[in-house]
């Protein structure tokens, strides 16, 4: 009787079928089979301030991910939904109170990747003189005040209206970079430039109330007084110093020159 060979592992090796395994096994792991979850973006908390809300009014604020919020009184206020950082925001007024314009002068950027507390909501009586703290929106080059700041933005602090104009006090906040972005100081915060603005006259259209008169800056100069008109259209402020008062008898021929301030950055938003 033969003797049987006895069956060897090594004959039923089949390299083709051990590359085939290979390949199924790759194709898995590329698919995402058995890899791990992708890693949680870090997401980041939304608020800010409101000020000049009136007493017993509220406004909604929309934003661009979807969130409503509802703000019933001056000071914080915070959304419920983090945002990505880097991700584009946009947060606008969507109802505001009855008589009241109300804006979000930086309710567009990107989110840091920290939190963003500094939003601003605004609200100001339409075509009234200016009351609180206003902000030029042109960044301006600057080396002065014996600094090293690179850019200023004006500003308008504690504005307050009395029976013959408005009275406020004239500074600036400088900038460590020349597109006003970095580290900000407020110039003159603590001894800032009184000023006062005399009315004489005022003449309201459907697009913009104009005050005609007199600013005085204290006796700090040899302009003092100066021919003034403060114009406000919609949420704008703009101020016309040493002006030909005979040039604008009326609101209608502002028009241009505000336009002009405007579109130059040249005029002020409440903050």
Known sequence: MKNRRAPSCASSFNPWRLASVALAIGL??????????????????????????????????QSNWGESLTVAADGPFAFSIPQPGGTAYVVSIKTGPEGFQCTVPNGLGTMPSAALDSLSVRCTVPGALPVGHWEQAVCSPTNAFGTTRKAL?????????????????ASAALYANADCSGER???G????????????RTHVTAKM????????????GIYDPLTTIMVRQDTQLCIFERIVITDFPDAASLEAQVSAAIADGKCYTAR
């Open 28 to 61: 898995l792991s590329a698919c995402g089979g058995g890899g791990s979850a992708a890693p949680d973006v870090p997401k980041w908390p939304v608020s800010g301030i409101t000020k000049g809300l009136p007493a017993g009014n509220s406004l909604v604020l």
């Open 185 to 187: 100081q407020e110039f």
């Open 209 to 220: 109330t104009a005050y005609w008169g007199e600013s005085n800056a204290g006796g700090m």
């Open 189 to 200: 915060a603590g001894k800032p430039l009184a000023r006062s603005f005399v009315t004489a």
């Open 153 to 169: 933005r004006n500003l308008i602090y504690d504005a307050r209206v009395d029976p013959s104009g408005v009275s406020y006090f």
